[in-house]
């Protein structure tokens, strides 16, 4: 069965830059597409970015376009997510996910297989 695990989170200050990397076991990735998610305390899981099997579309939520870049190597079964200028919003756990394109690409209910998540925390 295909397991997602995310890496790359921590403890950043505000303008700060992370890597997210989302590496898949036990199958490939490369019929995926993928989305990054976030889910702050209290608030509901937010789509930030999706990439499509190919890598050759991608898309953002507003609140991260222009700061955040999504990519993938499918020769090494990973996704990533570049974050820059980060924010103290942008605090929160990150996961990634495959799009089983059942609705919208924002909608945690169109995707299947998720990452346990890795947290970041935008801080001074």
């Known amino acids: 069965q295909l397991q997602l695990v995310e890496s790359g989170g921590g403890l950043v200050q505000p303008g700060g830059s992370l890597r997210l990397s989302c590496a898949a076991s036990?199958?490939?990735?490369?019929?995926?597409?993928i989305g990054w998610f976030r889910q702050a305390p209290g608030k509901e899981r937010e789509g930030i970015s999706r990439?499509?099997?190919?890598?050759?579309?991608?898309a953002y939520a507003d609140s991260v376009k222009g700061r955040f870049t999504i990519s993938r190597d499918n020769a090494k079964n990973t996704v990533y997510l570049q974050m820059n200028s980060l924010k103290p919003e942008d605090t929160g756990v990150y996961y990634c996910?495959?799009?089983?394109?059942?609705?919208?690409?924002?909608?945690?209910?169109?995707?299947?297989?998720w990452g346990q998540g890795t947290q970041v925390t935008v801080s001074s």
């Open positions: 036990g199958g490939s990735l490369d019929s995926y597409a």
């Open positions: 996910a495959t799009d089983s394109h059942r609705g919208s690409w924002t909608w945690p209910g169109s995707y299947d297989y």
């Open positions: 990439i499509s099997s190919s890598g050759g579309s991608t």
